[in-house]
């Protein structure tokens, strides 16, 4: 009867570790699996890797910057309207992930008074358009950030929001750029992904480039976000919002407790095997 007691207690515990600890949760997760798996028969317009089942699309190159910067895009994709969504103060620091020409940046920046936006990208070419259109627009708080494909190069708990426009699914290391990111947020902070939606099939786009609504919440599990709502309000994209948790000092104290309880279970059952 005591050995029951114990099993339920422990259980019980551990669920409750679990349930307020997210971040936990998505260390236990990915600890014990292979996050990536390359396989040689994949989608020409893939590169043969697969994050949680998911191959991911090749990178649109600095080649392509013309069509980021096409006069048709507010009509096709409505940005206004995702920009409209961030709902931004005016001392936010924004981090533009996979800026590219800086398209969202520069319809950002002037709402941020206070603020700034982080022109992040992995491609230097891009990075120089972005300098090119500073000049041209004379915008002083957009800062272009250099990444490299595993690391958004964010300082920690600077920002108050990441976005991602149609750039998440061509990230070559999915997870690493994404704790990069929730390092570099601050406690609460906020990632806004849009994608286009994987689930409608008359969606013309490869389907590589579209995810679907299920996949994005389970990838940013992963990696401890938690997802607050997705607003369809866009013609052809989801605009999914995820939240870091608030590091408070219950959730530091709850955190350590977990973790040694969880330690000390560890101990307790290597010593009797």
């Not at 490869?206 to 938690?226: C, D, F, I, N």
Request: aromatic fraction near 6%; charged fraction near 20%.
């Amino acid at each position: 009867m005591l050995n029951f007691l114990h099993f339920i207690v422990t259980f019980i515990v551990i669920l409750s570790c679990l349930l307020l600890n997210p971040t936990l949760t998505a260390q236990a997760a990915t600890s014990s699996t292979t996050v990536y798996e390359q396989r040689i028969i994949h989608s020409p317009d893939g590169i043969g890797k697969y994050y949680m089942g998911r191959e991911i699309a090749k990178v649109m190159g600095y080649t392509g910057a013309g069509w980021l910067e096409r006069p048709s895009r507010e009509g096709e994709e409505q940005p206004s309207k995702v920009v409209n969504a961030l709902n931004l103060k005016p001392n936010h620091v924004v981090a533009d992930i996979g800026a590219g020409t800086g398209y969202l940046s520069f319809r950002i920046a002037p709402l941020l008074t206070d603020g700034k936006v982080l022109a992040v990208d992995v491609q230097p070419e891009m990075l120089e358009i972005i300098d090119l259109f500073k000049k041209e627009k004379n915008i002083t708080n957009v800062e272009p950030v250099l990444a490299t494909l595993s690391d958004p190069n964010l300082p920690s708990e600077s920002i108050d929001l990441a976005l991602m426009v149609d750039a998440y699914h061509e990230l070559e290391y999915p997870q690493e750029v994404m704790q990069g990111i929730v390092k570099g947020l601050k406690p609460g902070g906020r990632v806004v992904l849009v994608e286009y939606r994987g689930e409608n099939p008359f969606i013309m786009i490869k389907g590589l480039h579209k995810m679907t609504q299920k996949q994005v919440r389970k990838e940013m599990q992963a990696v401890g976000l938690v997802w607050r709502e997705t607003k369809n309000l866009l013609p052809r994209q989801h605009l999914m919002v995820f939240e870091k948790p608030d590091s408070s000092a219950s959730h530091i104290f709850i955190n350590k407790s977990c973790t040694a309880f969880l330690s000390r279970l560890k101990m307790n059952s290597e010593s009797h095997s």
